[in-house]
Nanobody, 114 residues
Framework: QVQVVESGGGLVQAGGSLRLSCKAS????????MGWFRQAPGNRRELVAF???????TYADSVKGRFTISRDNPTNTVYLQMNSLKPEDTAVYYC????????WGQGTQVIVSS
């Protein structure tokens, strides 16, 4: 059974930092592209960043230079380091594992206060 579980969300002041973690099980983690998406109230879910099995990374323009995605294959974990957070980063953040099929976590809430 595939499980994708996010953690690390919370409340932070603008300018602060958070690190999100996502642990996947039941998949061949090394083969999967891992991504972070977010959805704010009333908005569509949008891509934040992803990292391929070959460690190529891609970022949304809105987070370039502030967020860093990384992965640790031995522990089946992907991270999203978020620095210089802004109120507009407030959203539920979702982790996705993709290799043909897509698997999603339940999301973790990030709230950035001004």
């Amino acid at each position: 059974q595939v499980q994708v579980v996010e953690s690390g969300g919370g409340l932070v002041q603008a300018g602060g930092s958070l690190r999100l973690s996502c642990k996947a099980s039941g998949i061949i983690f090394n083969f999967h592209t891992m991504g972070w998406f977010r959805q704010a109230p009333g908005n569509r879910r949008e891509l934040v960043a992803f990292i391929t099995s070959g460690l190529t990374t891609t970022y949304a323009d809105s987070v370039k230079g502030r967020f860093t995605i990384s992965r640790d294959n031995p522990t089946n974990t992907v991270y999203l380091q978020m620095n210089s957070l802004k109120p507009e980063d407030t959203a539920v953040y979702y982790c996705q594992a993709r290799w043909g099929n897509e698997y999603w976590g339940q999301g973790t809430q990030v709230i950035v206060s001004s």
